[in-house]
């Protein structure tokens, strides 16, 4: 179980805006930054962003996220087949000493 | 470019001690500041953050892992190791090393490919 929560599934066809929730607490996403990874199918997590809102370099800027109190939002613009993936949140905990990952959310393009 | 890969045992039997190492190239374990890494992943438990070492040898691990596992680096051959003691079946999972950036963070700008291990009788 994970303490940062997601929705298991999204989806949405081509072109549309689809948002992806985080919930947290005070002891992470209330006191820490916010990371967001996308998971294409039979590969390692790849960091999507970074420090609640940034995007590394080659990110495509259809990717924006934001955050606000102990919760956090990944939006995906334009929405792309390329976008099937699963996408996962996380964050340091202060309580735990160590990094919290969402459940994961996997985005489906219809 | 920063690359990491893992290597092991791919099947363990319960009881046993699992060891991963690894291999880093494009960068030095023991220079800056970078949190070396280790992270599961269970189709059950999502992705689970294991702990690190820094390179002056600091450690943190999960709390719920703490009493089976030791991370440590080795310098000479610029990697470093996962020891996880007396596996079960739950410890199944795609084992990732990764580098993190910055203290207490989870920016973790490169990942291994990840390794399957098996744990079964």
């Known amino acids: 179980q994970s303490v940062l929560t997601q929705p298991p599934s999204a989806s949405g066809t081509p072109g549309q805006v689809v948002t992806i929730s985080c919930f947290g607490s005070?002891?992470?996403?209330?006191?820490?930054?916010v990371y967001w990874y996308q998971q294409l199918p039979g590969t390692a997590p790849k960091l999507l962003i970074y420090r609640n809102n940034r995007r590394p370099s080659g990110v495509p800027d259809r990717f924006s996220a934001s955050k606000s109190g102990t919760s956090a939002s990944l939006a995906i613009r334009g929405l792309r087949s390329e976008d099937e993936a699963d996408y996962f949140c996380a964050a340091w905990d202060d309580n735990l000493s160590g990094l919290l990952f969402g459940g994961g959310t996997k985005v489906a393009v219809l | 470019q920063v690359q990491l890969q893992e290597s092991g045992p791919g099947l363990m039997k319960p009881s046993e001690t699992l060891s991963l190492t690894c291999t880093v190239s494009?960068?030095?374990?023991?220079?800056?500041?970078?949190?070396w890494t280790w992270i599961r992943q269970t189709p059950g438990k999502g992705l689970e953050w294991i702990g690190y070492i820094q390179n002056i040898g600091s450690t943190g691990y999960n709390p719920s892992l703490k009493s089976r596992v030791t991370i440590s680096v080795d310098t000479s051959k610029n990697q470093f190791s996962l020891r996880l003691k007396s596996v079960t079946a739950a410890d199944t999972a795609v084992y990732y090393c990764?580098?993190?950036?910055?203290?207490?963070?989870?920016?973790?700008?490169?990942w291994g490919r990840g390794m399957l291990v098996t744990v079964s009788s």
């Open positions: 990764a580098r993190d950036l910055i203290y207490r963070s989870g920016w973790l700008e490169h």
């Open positions: 494009g960068d030095s374990v023991s220079s800056g500041s970078y949190y």
């Open positions: 005070t002891s992470n996403i209330g006191s820490n930054y």
